[in-house]
């Protein structure tokens, strides 16, 4: 096996390899900084009270949290995301076959197609996947599944929002019966 010291830093084409991963995280990067992304945080701003001291006293400034917009509950700002509604690559295309400039047009849209939603990390949700990796992945399931059918000629581009909606069924349906099967085996492992 080679070591990655040993791979070549550029393609057959003479391109860097990396190149494409490295400008898709600057234009990330740099949209943080945006309006749009701000005022997004902004309206999923809410203010609480100060937290109480050990000592009981009310500290000096109020809590600041945001809402996550799929399961309304309150998270701090490390734990939550600014996410796309409608997907920077749309779900039925290959990221590859994307100019750099769709790329930029898709991170920096409209705020009406941003939300908030919270990306706790399951060790610190008890275990519980947050929304944002919920939705995160059920469009790599729709993509990857899109994808398939377009190299396998068995796609129409009229049919897209139609084919959507049953991947994300379906995605949901097999969701539910891993859920299902872990529930059985933890009611097995507390009665043996």
């Known amino acids: 096996m080679a070591k990655k010291k040993d791979k070549s830093l550029y393609d057959e084409n ?12 600057a ?27 050990k000592d009981g006293t009310p500290g000096k400034r ?22 796309h509604l409608k997907t920077v690559v749309p779900l039925w295309k290959k990221e590859k ?29 008890d275990g519980k996947s ?6 995160t992945d059920e469009e790599k399931y729709i993509r990857k599944n899109m994808v398939a059918a377009i190299d396998a000629g068995n796609f129409l581009a009229e ?3 139609l084919i959507i909606e049953k991947l ?12 299902e099967k872990k529930n059985g085996r933890k009611r097995k492992s507390k009665k043996g």
């Open 14 to 25: 003479g391109r860097w390899v990396e190149e494409r991963g490295r400008v898709k995280g």
């Open 27 to 53: 234009v990330r990067r740099s949209f943080r900084l945006s309006p749009q992304m701000k005022e997004v945080l902004q309206a999923a701003r809410v203010e609480l009270p100060p937290a109480l001291k």
């Open 62 to 83: 109020n809590q600041v949290r945001y809402r996550c917009a799929a399961c309304k509950e309150l998270f701090s700002q490390k734990d939550v995301q600014v996410d």
């Open 97 to 125: 076959d994307m100019t750099y400039d769709e790329i930029v047009r898709g991170v920096f849209c409209d705020k009406d197609n941003l939300q908030v939603l919270c990306s706790t990390p399951m060790k610190r949700n």
């Open 130 to 135: 947050s929304c944002h990796k919920k939705k």
């Open 159 to 161: 049919d897209n929002d």
């Open 168 to 179: 994300k069924k379906r995605h949901r349906e097999e969701l539910k019966e891993k859920e």
